[in-house]
């Protein structure tokens, strides 16, 4: 399996996974052969890329922290739980034992798949931005958090709030949300006040830890003061906001949006690096340079040589170096270990 760019993507190319839109729903299944139209129809869902199979690639294993199931099962309950919100209702007893068990599953999938680096490729939809932006902010902080030591309580807690953290945009206009430009001061004002909103639903509605409520409403602060609502700084913000936030941004950039085209999770992870301190909790970003790839498997990269080859697999610690194959002559090089190619770099992304 590989990940081609939609530039890339040509007719009769089959479709190396399933694809669902925002809402969980089935948009195509796994193994279709691509028509001019599914093209046309992906491109206008606003996805940027997709997962192909081919000979070249077939051993190519892309293992995902969340399997595809669950993912989308977990997008349908976060569709809903956004929904209810939007009524100003609480869950019934059942959607909250649901989201429990979603919960229970996001973090054991976590501690399950401890060795595999979070592969982050953008297959969100326009539409349904906020409900894939919540699970997959759920997921990365979860791999960030278990690299950071916490404890099993505290790990459910921040992926409660990765769900949740986005819960009081709700009660922003849409269209503020996705504007294609600049904010006026008044409607930013209004977006600044999501995290607030979302807390104030929350405490009314629901019987979380205040450490779950309070990391939904600190989720924008910044380490060294300059976030919102509270300015609060460094310790003053709780460790659970503090991983939360460089997941949300490592997801926000990387995501294609209305008002941004996608960010390379390479240039991601510099402006990160950058603002560590400022931003950032400098401990949680030494652990994301460390647990997300900056070149996802499946992805095709541009070599010094002017060759291509395709990411086949990462390494802790090395991202920079993962193992590639040669795109012309199939010959695969551990970049991370390997003598011969101590002199070949990447040099490009293609995504
Ligand atoms: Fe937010």
Not at 30 to 50: A, E, M, P, R, V
Not at 193 to 213: I, Q
Request: charged fraction near 25%; include cysteine; proline fraction near 3%.
């Amino acid at each position: 399996m590989r990940y081609l760019p939609m530039n890339q993507i040509k007719k009769d190319m089959i479709l190396g996974q399933e694809l669902y839109d925002g809402r969980g729903n089935l948009l195509l299944p796994k193994y279709t052969k691509l028509t001019d139209d599914h093209i046309s129809y992906i491109i206008f869902q606003g996805i940027t890329g997709l997962y192909i199979d081919d000979s070249f690639s077939r051993d190519v294993e892309v293992r995902e922290v969340l399997e595809p199931e669950v993912r989308r099962d977990t997008l349908r309950m976060i569709n809903h739980l956004f929904q209810r919100a939007l009524e100003g209702q609480c869950l019934t007893e059942p959607e909250e034992d649901e989201l429990r068990c979603k919960v229970e599953c996001v973090v054991n999938q976590v501690l399950d798949e401890q060795d595999v680096l979070y592969n982050l490729l953008d297959l969100k939809t326009y539409d349904d931005y906020t409900y894939c932006h919540s699970t997959d902010v759920a997921v990365v902080a979860g791999v960030l958090g278990a690299k950071c030591g916490l404890g099993d309580q505290q790990l459910h807690e921040l992926v409660t709030a990765g769900f949740l953290h986005d819960i009081g945009k709700v009660y922003v206009n849409a269209e503020i949300i996705n504007a294609p430009r600049r904010l006026t001061e008044t409607e930013r004002a209004q977006v600044m006040d999501h995290p607030r909103l979302g807390y104030e639903y929350l405490k009314e509605n629901y019987h979380f830890s205040d450490a779950v409520t309070q990391c939904v409403y600190e989720h924008h602060e910044w380490y060294n003061g300059g976030g919102y609502p509270c300015r609060k700084k460094d310790k003053d913000i709780s460790f659970l906001a503090r991983i939360l936030k460089v997941a949300d941004v490592f997801d926000a950039m990387t995501s294609n949006r209305s008002y941004h085209a996608p960010y390379l999770p390479s240039e991601v992870m510099e402006y990160i690096m950058a603002r560590s301190g400022m931003e950032f909790d400098p401990d949680v970003v030494t652990v994301a340079t460390r647990e997300l790839s900056i070149y996802p498997v499946g992805c095709e990269v541009e070599l010094s040589t002017g060759a291509h080859a395709l990411v086949i697999r990462n390494h802790r610690g090395y991202t920079l170096r993962p193992t590639i194959k040669h795109l012309e002559t199939g010959e695969i090089i551990d970049l991370s270990d390997n003598r011969k190619s101590w002199n070949i770099t990447i040099t490009k992304l293609l995504m």
